[in-house]
């Protein structure tokens, strides 16, 4: 058997040890009173419907507008963009095209405290106009909760418009290295065929003036215009931390609403398992990994003991795709069915672990070498654990493409149940995948690291017979 360096035990168990903590419990601090999230844990997740309750609205187009049916469908495709940009997916949609109304139902955000319905409304309905203008005056200043100045309300010569954001294609949040070297977070526009036209005028015009950049009456960015851009391509910088770029490119992206929407009526929805359903799920959570830790140790000795590492960063990994703790991978409505999803690909991650140490525990009793043993039964168990686990991926693939947001079932089943299984299918195809990462490669790196130590290199401490050395 390949011998692994003794050390890279201890390193990748505190490693995933340290991931997970960070992971389930997040990392954040406080400037005053408010608090700056570094990185995203439980805390952060949002909770679906059925968990922790929401909000339900009626929509009607403001100004007493007759909406065409058109309109309505484009406002509706626009407000589900929107939720699902923001990684709401446990949501109900539905455009009356009789009375001009729209009806949303949605989950509170994961750091909601006053459950003001009528904040969390304006989440999905403002219109959200991004405009470039003339110069950067404005009338007011304000303090953000991250210490930031807030530059709003244009005005003298600012207050032209000189181009929407109807024409630009694309927005994408990247990374921007200067010429210094420094590092930011930009959001990257790709204008269309006529916008890039109008762009190469408005740069022509204003080449070595200001040209800021709003969203709404805020001020986001205020560039000098150093050279004419015939390519089609802009970047808005402001200072942005990898969140706030993501959240603006999505913004964009989702465009703007046809017409304004005012609310018709509102109201909270409460959480169909109870307010306390969450916290008596996150203890039984608790309860149950202690007691599968004590099985798999009891009757797997080292094994055992490696595993519940390896589960632990199985849970972390798994937590961290749905948290929004990778900036790359955006949060997730966490519903009951996904859950279901996420003890399900654990329970797959302890069959994982029990194989790999009933194989080794066969090797023992065949009287093959510890080393020996090690390797068949790593080896032999293989097979069996991508078979298993293959078989679920594919499933978890084909739920969420086939009940994801947007597709003809959609029309079916409505958006509820869809978003119901599509959440199930994601948490599923996580786990299954930290599976692989942490219960097949990780946990074999630990097995055959810690193998090496002397003291150790006992059979019975692997599964073999008590009088076996």
Do not use: H
């Amino acid at each position: 058997m390949k011998r692994v360096p003794k050390p890279v035990f201890f390193i990748v168990a505190l490693l995933i040890l340290a991931f997970s903590f960070t992971a389930i419990f997040g990392v954040s601090y406080y400037t005053g009173d408010n608090k700056n999230t570094v990185l995203k844990g439980i805390s952060d997740i949002r909770w679906g419907i059925d968990i922790k309750g929401g909000v339900e609205a009626t929509f009607k187009p403001a100004n007493d507008v007759d909406a065409t049916d058109e309109q309505l469908e484009s406002a509706k495709s626009i407000i589900e963009l929107r939720m699902i940009s923001q990684g709401i997916t446990d949501y109900e949609l539905y455009a009356d095209k009789g009375s001009d109304r729209i009806i949303v139902r949605f989950p509170w955000k994961s750091d909601e405290e006053d459950y003001d319905a009528l904040s969390a409304i304006d989440e999905i309905s403002s219109t959200a106009e991004l405009t470039f203008r003339p110069g950067s005056d404005y009338e007011s200043v304000e303090v953000g909760s991250d210490g930031e100045y807030i530059y709003q309300t244009p005005t003298g010569d600012t207050e032209e418009v000189l181009m929407d954001g109807s024409y630009i294609e694309s927005a994408e949040a990247q990374v921007y290295q200067d010429d210094s070297g420094t590092s930011q977070y930009v959001v990257s526009l790709t204008f269309t065929d006529e916008g890039a036209e109008l762009f190469e005028e408005m740069t022509t015009e204003y080449l070595n003036d200001t040209i800021s950049i709003w969203m709404d009456d805020i001020m986001l960015s205020a560039p000098t215009v150093n050279s004419t851009i015939t390519n089609g391509q802009a970047q808005i910088e402001g200072d942005f931390t990898a969140e706030e770029a993501t959240e603006l490119a999505e913004k964009i992206n989702a465009g703007a609403l046809p017409f304004q929407l005012e609310t018709d009526t509102y109201g909270t929805i409460s959480p169909t398992l109870g307010s306390n359903s969450l916290n008596v799920m996150g203890v039984a959570g608790v309860i149950a990994f202690i007691v599968i830790a004590i099985i798999m140790i009891v009757f797997y000795r080292l094994p055992g003991f490696i595993a519940v590492i390896s589960l632990t960063g199985q849970v972390g990994l798994s937590l961290a795709a749905v948290s929004g703790y990778f900036t790359t991978i955006s949060s997730f409505t966490m519903t009951l069915p996904g859950i279901a999803g996420l003890i399900l690909s654990i329970g797959m991650g302890v069959d994982c672990n029990v194989i790999t140490a009933e194989r080794i525990k066969e090797e023992l009793r065949m009287g093959r070498t510890l080393d020996g043993a090690l390797e068949r039964g790593t080896k032999n168990s293989l097979t069996a654990i991508v078979d298993g686990n293959m078989t679920i991926i594919i499933v978890s693939i084909i739920l969420i493409l086939v009940f994801g947001p947007s597709n003809i079932l959609s029309a079916i089943f409505g958006e509820s149940t869809t978003g119901t299984i599509y959440s199930f299918g994601y948490t599923l195809l996580v786990g299954v995948i930290s599976n692989f990462i942490m219960g097949v490669f990780c946990s074999r790196v630990m097995l055959r690291s810690i193998a090496g130590y002397k003291c150790l290199r006992k059979k019975w401490l692997f599964g073999g017979a008590k009088n076996e050395k």
